[in-house]
């Protein structure tokens, strides 16, 4: 059974002034926001069209008014079947069908509503009395005095001034000649301009003047107001890129299924403008058809044989316009929406060129600009005179900011960038008891000390990366084969001459640049699947390597074991290896064949009061069919260190040497 939750707007329930002036309204505008019970809005449109134009499905609703909050009488009851949902927001007319009358209001009321014969809604909602003007419609007496007793104008003919009386009076004194009047507002600094008539504005605006006419606007402050009102010292709105992790997808030549990639961009606000840009390459380019396909499941055809010979790279709609299907370009219908889903890019090589991949999504990405209402930015010094709490990060870009805070500074998430002094000569301050939890800049990364060592704030478990070493459509090894970009070693001694853990390099600035991948927080978890996956090689010279590197901290004076129990792939037919090294040394190497279902258990013994350097190398198993499998994961709580030993990271300012 579905759950809802109605939450009631600022003004539940108003009179809806149907009547003409001076009449008595007899029905009961009602607003409110229907979600479900995990927070997500009620979205039905069109109730007519449940495919396209009622996702959430039919929504029913009972209104009952009730004597009481609880229990009590019912006094007045109405169905609405099929009610029109937007985006939540709900709005009913009550008395539509069963008329609000002045018996039913005397009194505090109380509403209560059910939705789908799920039960009503507890608590009622109270009304106050007042709200009902219609009983000034039956009005029984007036300050006090029965309404018998009150003279009427029928009593006093002749005694009276009437309006036909008073408009002949003014009009012979000149106080209602049009001309006269027309001068005197122009005189007072009126100007003339549009009216009211005809403007139809969406739910939740109201009628502004502006510039000598009408127009529906925002009630209050507008959503990206915050940065007129701060002089332009804050604001809401964003550029963010979401990139895919997943690049280089190969296309598949002469397959019309097409290959896919997806991006999830997560809740980041509503979206005021929005472009893909794609870098594709393929051998003959007018045989290739790209489609972006949104959350919803529309379709854009972004480029269907055009004549770009050798490659397609570009953005969109600035550098080319989107052909719609179903939709018209550039994305129109997803300003003022949330862009939260999965994109996906598909694409379809329909020519053949003999070969199993003709070309690849080397990247692609989906830009938002976005009128955000989770974040807002400072454009300049923030400073805070009393306790500032930050539930989540506190982030500068560059030493000209900073944050100064003359009391309390409480974070539960992570501060990056030079928030505190950088000066001094950090390489030389230990950390001791006496300094834990002291915090520090250290190179442009934010440590604290855990009385042991520093260590980043919310730092990683591990390191990680995954590369392949071998183009079989180029017939190239990557990089030209250049060992210092895949850490001192060869890619193709890394899968056609069994490379070892033991052979990398101790230069920490090449082996930052190859081993990209943070794992989870430190502490977080007693085993990981560090990386899992199926690839696809067609020769024995390309391959898949994946590289995991721990920095653990031995703080006593013995050699402590860390077992290590894990299952790890290599494939000794096409020379690809798996192995283990502690500060360079050699551990375990073995250019054998294991699929993903064999189980390995090792000692990395860890020296004595420093910080020791982990690496463990897997590569694809053997293939069948072309399909190899890449694995590396930690199981048997090995991440559970014995006594004395802590994971530490700090790799993002190691020195370079083993013994650094």
Same mark, same amino acid.
């Given at each position: ?32 926001? #229907? ?84 039960? @009503? ?16 419609? *039956? ?24 309006? @036909?009386? #008073?408009?002949? !009076? ?7 000649? *049009? ?47 915050? !940065? ?78 055009? *004549? ?237 390597? #994946? ?92 991440? @559970? ?20």
């Amino acid at each position: 059974m579905k759950r809802f939750t109605l939450s009631l707007s600022a003004v539940a329930l108003l009179l809806l002034p149907t009547t003409a002036l001076g009449d008595v309204p007899s029905t009961i505008h009602y607003q409110g926001m #229907l979600t479900t019970a995990g927070g997500d809005p009620i979205h039905c449109p069109d109730p007519n069209d449940l495919q396209k134009g009622c996702p959430s499905g039919i929504i029913n609703m009972v209104f009952r008014i009730y004597d009481s909050p609880v229990g009590g009488q019912q006094i007045w009851t109405e169905t609405h079947n099929a009610v029109t949902v937007v985006n939540g927001v709900v709005n009913v007319n009550l008395g539509e069908q069963t008329p609000v009358t002045s018996k039913d209001i005397n009194g505090d009321l109380y509403l209560g509503i059910e939705l789908n014969n799920t039960g @009503e809604m507890s608590p009622r909602q109270r009304v106050v009395a007042s709200a009902f003007a219609v009983r000034a419609g *039956e009005a029984d007496s007036i300050a006090g005095i029965d309404a018998a007793d009150i003279v009427t104008a029928n009593n006093v003919a002749g005694y009276c001034v009437t309006e @036909e009386n #008073l408009a002949d !009076a003014l009009k012979d004194a000149d106080y209602l000649n *049009e001309d006269a009047l027309g001068v005197y507002l122009t005189e007072n600094g009126y100007k003339p301009g549009g009216g009211l008539a005809g403007l139809q504005c969406l739910n939740g605006q109201v009628a502004v003047y502006n510039d000598g006419d009408w127009e529906c606007g925002n009630s209050g402050l507008a959503p990206d107001g915050i !940065a007129q009102v701060s002089n332009n010292l804050m604001s809401n709105q964003f550029v963010d890129a979401f990139t895919s992790e997943n690049v280089p997808v190969g296309i598949k030549d002469f397959y019309p299924p097409g290959v896919q990639d997806v991006i999830e961009v997560p809740d980041i606000g509503v979206g005021q403008s929005m472009k893909v840009c794609v870098n594709i390459s393929n051998s003959f380019t007018p045989d290739v058809q790209v489609t972006l396909k949104d959350p919803t499941g529309a379709k854009y055809s972004l480029y269907d044989g055009k *004549e770009l010979i050798g490659g397609l790279s570009q953005c969109y709609p600035d550098d080319a316009e989107a052909i719609p299907l179903g939709n018209a370009p550039p994305f129109e219908d997803w300003f003022n929406k949330n862009p939260q889903g999965f994109w996906s890019l598909e694409v379809i090589d329909q020519g053949f060129n003999d070969v199993d991949f003709d070309g690849a999504i080397e990247s692609w990405s989906v830009q938002m600009q976005t009128l955000s209402n989770k974040k807002i930015q400072a454009t300049n010094d923030l400073i805070v005179q009393g306790d500032a709490y930050v539930n989540g990060s506190i982030k500068t870009e560059n030493d000209n900011n900073e944050v100064v805070v003359d009391g309390d500074l409480k974070v539960t998430g992570k501060i990056t960038g030079p928030v505190f002094g950088t000066t001094g000569d950090l390489d030389n301050v230990a950390c001791d008891d006496g300094m834990k939890g002291q915090l520090r800049n250290y190179k442009g990364v934010f440590q604290w000390c855990n009385g042991i060592t520093w260590t980043k704030m919310n730092g990683a478990t591990y390191r990680w990366t995954t590369f392949a070493t071998y183009s079989n459509y180029h017939g190239h090894w990557a990089a030209d084969n250049r060992a210092e970009l895949f850490g001192g070693v060869n890619p193709s001694t890394w899968t056609d001459g069994c490379g070892y853990a033991h052979q990398m390099t101790d230069n920490f600035d090449d082996l930052r640049g190859l081993i990209t991948q943070a794992g989870p927080v430190i502490g977080s978890l007693k085993n990981a699947k560090i990386h899992s996956s199926r690839r696809y090689d067609y020769s024995s010279t390309n391959g898949h390597m #994946l590289i995991t590197l721990f920095r653990v901290h031995n703080s006593t004076n013995q050699t402590i074991n860390w077992n290590i129990q894990r299952y790890e792939t290599s494939y000794s037919g096409w020379s690809e290896a798996r192995s283990m090294a502690v500060n360079g040394q050699n551990i375990h190497s073995s250019c054998d064949t294991h699929g993903p279902s064999h189980h390995f258990s090792h000692n990395a013994p860890i020296p004595p009061n420093r910080t020791s350097t982990v690496i463990m190398v897997a590569s694809t198993g053997g293939e069948t069919g072309n399909a190899r499998f890449l694995q590396n994961y930690i199981d048997n709580n090995s991440l @559970e260190l014995p006594e004395g030993l802590s994971f530490v990271d700090d790799f993002d300012v190691k020195p370079n040497g083993w013994d650094n």
